[in-house]
Structures are given as structure tokens and as C-alpha cells.
């Protein structure tokens, strides 16, 4: 029975004279291969050269500090439930007077480890964090030589006061504008001392309720 | 010429003739890589040196420092012997080959050759038939059935493409009337090359040129993908290097060997006219001769780049059926050609 019609009948004629010498059909493949002598060679040289990276590239994590150098994250443990590799370990610590200029609120992360060698690169982390603190950058992460350096903590996550890792490329204006929709309010920056009244007045939005899921 | 002239000139020219034959091959295998990379739209080896001039080096110290294993199943005699006769015979083969006419020092005269045999061509044969015994022993003694089975492959690949070769050559001893290479090469002055005499000839000499060097695509006594490494499996260290520099060794006076019967040896048309000094026509001669070498040594790169491996049946249908009775042709049609211009005396 005929299915479709892109079967096609295979034709295995008797070859020619010229084609049984197989000497212009090898002259032929050797004019190709000859070719490609002088083509331009796509190779990248490594170490000397690089590819350039898109801005969106999905490589090693910050944890970004807001405006005014203090941690972003809450330790709310909601990368590590979106982890689908369970890299992201953390435990939690209550913010003590005189370190506002520490921790961004009154809970924060007292260590926090991504074991990158689970880690998939996915980037869900950085769509689930609720506080802008976690993204992944257009780094790679460093080879080690053993396993244990590579279970990365805040030591190497939180970016440095003095240069602070840019986040341009990702947040552009379209992303920021897209955030301002009423389940990312908390997420607009806004400085510390203002911050308490306007919690007051825009209480942490309720997640709308799914369909089909009461 | 003195005794003492005549054993410090012969040495010399030994120890050149060794060492040019060393160092094109040590960079046959640089080219080799180049050249595989560029016809693949790579770069190829560029880190040790500019533009990795200095990879052969890093190759051979690496070959050298790499653990030294002799199977304990195997004959150790003979696995020893392997890759030296390899290299041995590869080694022979340049002794007869014409590098240039002759340098004149006050007076006399010293041929670039370091001995012009009146059966050269006899000679080179011999030892290049002596070759196969390198890889088969080699492939016996290693007790292994990859080894052995190319081992195997290469010595019948070896008598079906001699024969072809020898019958090619026939009919180039007709046309020549000689069997000293010295002179094969001095007939061919100008444009007189033996390629427009013997095309066909010459067509069958480099097919089983390739069969003769085991290049591809010829090269089934090593192809990986059905017998592993072929003879030399067993084989580490400075031993698997011998066998594989003899391989370039055998590339480098292939093509000097198809230079000097086929196509010109050390002439050029042409130069003559501008150049009257022999000693200058002696140096440029062993000039193009290596100009036309390094084309050859490219074509052969160029070939294994671009066709597949034989299969190991259509192999030996091309030598016994296809070359052997072409060859048979070839010498009959040089026989009449010869006969009806009155060449035959």
C-alpha cells in the first residue's frame, strides 16, 4: 500500500565507461577538497580570542546588592524550589541592628551555595527570585581542579561593592517595563528609608489564583 | 679524484642525503596535519612556535617519552625488528636517486648522487619490496589478530601492486633504454619528460605508488575503523614512531622516485637559456627536483584528504584486474609505438 508519494524509484544503471575509470569523478572530489584550501577558516583561537557573549547568556550567578550596597537576598528559598537540579543550598539568618547597611530587609541569606556542577544553567533561579537578587551573567564559570571548589558560595557569588556586575543588557528598558506589572512591584528599587511606608501602602500583592486549581 | 676525496665526498653526501630524508620527513608529518586542517576549513597545529613550525619536535619528544610496552605474548626479537627494518629500507631507498647533475671543484666532477648503480631501478625495487617485511613482522610478531590481519593485508597489497608497478616500469625501460636512474633523469632535458611518453605509465606508477607507501586510500593495512591500528597496534613509544616516520619516509622518496622517472628528475625547461654556470645549474637543479618533490608529497596528502578508503576486495580487483592487465597494454602499445617510428633498434 502507497502511503505518500515521496517514494522514489532507485535507478542503479549500468555505469558508463567514463564513470567506471573514476578518474574524473576523483579529479572532481580532489578540485572540492582543494577548494576549501583557501577558504576563510572559521576557527576562534581560543585563549587569544573570544566569542562574544550575548548579554542574555546564561552563565555563572550574581547575587546583586541594591543601590546602596546591601544584599538583595532574603534567603526566601524560592531559586532553590525552582531548582531543577537542586543546586541551590541556603540557610537563613535574622538581620541585627546596625547591619541595614548590610542586608537589604530583616532576614538574609547566611550562606548560600550553588554546587555548580548541578547546576543546568537554566536560569529558572532568576525567574523565580521575587527580590531581584539572583541572575545568571555572560561569565563562564572558572575550571577547578577538584570538586569541592566548585560548590560556589557567597564568597564568589555576591558581587563586590566597588564593581558591581552589570546587568544592562539583561534588564533593558522592555524587561524593567514588563517587571512594573503588579506581581513584581516589590521588585522596584526605591531607596532604604523610603521603604517601609511603601510597604505600607502596597502590601505584597496576592498571587492571583490559577485556574483549576482550587 | 683521491681515495680520501672520494670517502670524504661519498659521506657526505650520505650524511646529507640522511639528513634532508630525516628532516622532510619530520615535516611531512607538520605538512600532513596543515594540510589535512586547511583542506578541512581548520587551522591545524599553530602553538608550539609560529604558526606551530616547532609541532614535529613536540611530536618526537612526546614519542619519546611515552611508555615503552612489549607485549609479553609477543616475540620479542622480532618485535624489535619491525619497526627497524621499516625504517631501515625506507632509509635505502634514496641511495640511487639523482638529487642534481653534478657540482665541478677544480675540475672534477662530483654527481649529487651517492652512487649511480646501473641497475638502479632494480635496486630500488628490491629494497622497497623489502618494506612489507617491516609491517610483517611487525603484525606477526605482536600476537595480536588486529596486527596480524594487517600484517597480512599489507603484504598481499604489496605483491598485487608490485607487479603492476614493475610492468609500468617496463615499459619505461623500453622508452629509456636504461636502468640507471642518473640517466633516466639526464634524458629528460627541456621538455622531454617521460609523462608525455608514458601517460599511462605513469598513471598506474603513482596508483601503486600508493598502494607501495600504504597511503590512503590504499591504506588498509592500519585502517582503524575495521583493525584497530593495523600492524602497528601493539606497538608505543619511539617504535609506533619509527613505523609511522618510515610511512613518510617512503611518501618522500615516492615522490622523488616519481620526479626523477616521470617527471623530469632535477631538469626544468627553460633554464638553460638563462643559466650557463653547471654549478648554478646543479643547485637550481636540486631545487626544482625538491619543488617538484613537495608537490608530490602535497598530492599525496591531497588524495588521502579527499577519497575514502578502498574496500579490501576492490582493492585487489584494481591491482589484478584493472592494473596489471592496463600495464600489459601499456607496454604492448609502447612496443608498436616504438616499432612503427622506428625507435627500435
Known amino acids: ?214 | 679524484m683521491g681515495l680520501t676525496d672520494l670517502l670524504v665526498y661519498k659521506g657526505i653526501m650520505v650524511l646529507a642525503v640522511f639528513a634532508i630524508t630525516l628532516l622532510v620527513a619530520t615535516y611531512s608529518t607538520y605538512a600532513e596535519r596543515k594540510i589535512a586542517a586547511f583542506l578541512q576549513d581548520r587551522i591545524g597545529p599553530d602553538r608550539a612556535g609560529p604558526f606551530g613550525i616547532l609541532q614535529p619536535l613536540a611530536d618526537a619528544v612526546k614519542m619519546f617519552m611515552k611508555e615503552e610496552m612489549i607485549p609479553s605474548v609477543s616475540n620479542k626479537t622480532l618485535f624489535i625488528l619491525g619497526p627497524s627494518v621499516a625504517m631501515l629500507t625506507a632509509c635505502l631507498t634514496g641511495v640511487v636517486i639523482p638529487w642534481g647533475s653534478s657540482l665541478w671543484i677544480n675540475g672534477t666532477e662530483y654527481p649529487l648522487q651517492i652512487t649511480d648503480l646501473n641497475i638502479g631501478i632494480l635496486y630500488l625495487f628490491g629494497v622497497i619490496s623489502l618494506g612489507v617485511y617491516g609491517i610483517m613482522i611487525g603484525g606477526w610478531s605482536s600476537n595480536n589478530k588486529y596486527s596480524l590481519l594487517g600484517g597480512i593485508r599489507a603484504s598481499s597489497q604489496m605483491i598485487s601492486y608490485e607487479v603492476a608497478m614493475g610492468l609500468s616500469i617496463i615499459a619505461l625501460v623500453m622508452t629509456t633504454g636504461t636502468l640507471s636512474l642518473r640517466d633516466i633523469a639526464a634524458q629528460q632535458y627541456g621538455w622531454h619528460w617521460n609523462v608525455v611518453y608514458q601517460p599511462l605509465g605513469c598513471l598506474i606508477f603513482i596508483i601503486c605508488a600508493f598502494a607501495e607507501t600504504n597511503r590512503a586510500p590504499f591504506d588498509l593495512p592500519e585502517c582503524e575503523t575495521e583493525l584497530v591500528g593495523g600492524y602497528h597496534t601493539e606497538y608505543s613509544s619511539m617504535k609506533l614512531g619509527f613505523f609511522l616516520f618510515a610511512e613518510y619516509i617512503n611518501m618522500f622518496i615516492s615522490s622523488a622516485v616519481i620526479s626523477t622517472f616521470y617527471f623530469g628528475g632535477y631538469n626544468m625547461p627553460f633554464v638553460g637559456r638563462w643559466v650557463h654556470d653547471p654549478n648554478w645549474l646543479a643547485v637550481l637543479g636540486i631545487v626544482f627536483l625538491f619543488v617538484k618533490i613537495s608537490f608530490f608529497i602535497f598530492f599525496f596528502m591531497w588524495v588521502r584528504w579527499t577519497l575514502p578508503r578502498f574496500r579490501y576486495d576492490q582493492l585487489m580487483n584494481l591491482g589484478w584486474k584493472i592494473l596489471i592487465p592496463l600495464s600489459i597494454f601499456n607496454i604492448v602499445i609502447t612496443g608498436f609505438v616504438m616499432y612503427f617510428t622506428g625507435h627500435l633498434n
Open chain 1, 1 to 214: 500500500m502507497q502511503l505518500t508519494n515521496r517514494s522514489k524509484v532507485v535507478s542503479k544503471k549500468e555505469m558508463t565507461l567514463m564513470e567506471r575509470m573514476y578518474l574524473p569523478a576523483i579529479f572532481s572530489g580532489m578540485m572540492i577538497t582543494f577548494s576549501h584550501f583557501f577558504r576563510k577558516k572559521p576557527t576562534i583561537k581560543y585563549p587569544e580570542q573570544t566569542r562574544a557573549f550575548s548579554g542574555v547568556y546564561r552563565g555563572q550567578h550574581v547575587l546583586k546588592r541594591d543601590e546602596n550596597g546591601a544584599e538583595r537576598c532574603t534567603a526566601c528559598g524560592l531559586c532553590a524550589v525552582a531548582c531543577p537540579a537542586e543546586a541551590i543550598t541556603m540557610t537563613a539568618a535574622e538581620r541585627q541592628p546596625g547591619e541595614e547597611n548590610l542586608y537589604r530587609e530583616e532576614k538574609y541569606a547566611a550562606k548560600y551555595e550553588i554546587n555548580m556542577l548541578r547546576c543546568i544553567f537554566c536560569g529558572d533561579c532568576e525567574e523565580a527570585c521575587p527580590k531581584e537578587a539572583i541572575f545568571l551573567t555572560d561569565r563562564k564559570v572558572d575550571t577547578m581542579y577538584n570538586r569541592g571548589s566548585l560548590n560556589f558560595g557567597k564568597d564568589i557569588l555576591v558581587e563586590s561593592r566597588e564593581n558591581p556586575i552589570d546587568l544592562s543588557k539583561r534588564q533593558t528598558p522592555a524587561v524593567k517595563e514588563f517587571k512594573k506589572d503588579m506581581h513584581f512591584q516589590h521588585n522596584q528599587t526605591h531607596d532604604l528609608n523610603t521603604r517601609t511606608e511603601m510597604k505600607s501602602e502596597n502590601p505584597r500583592p496576592v498571587q492571583k489564583k490559577k485556574p483549576g486549581n482550587s
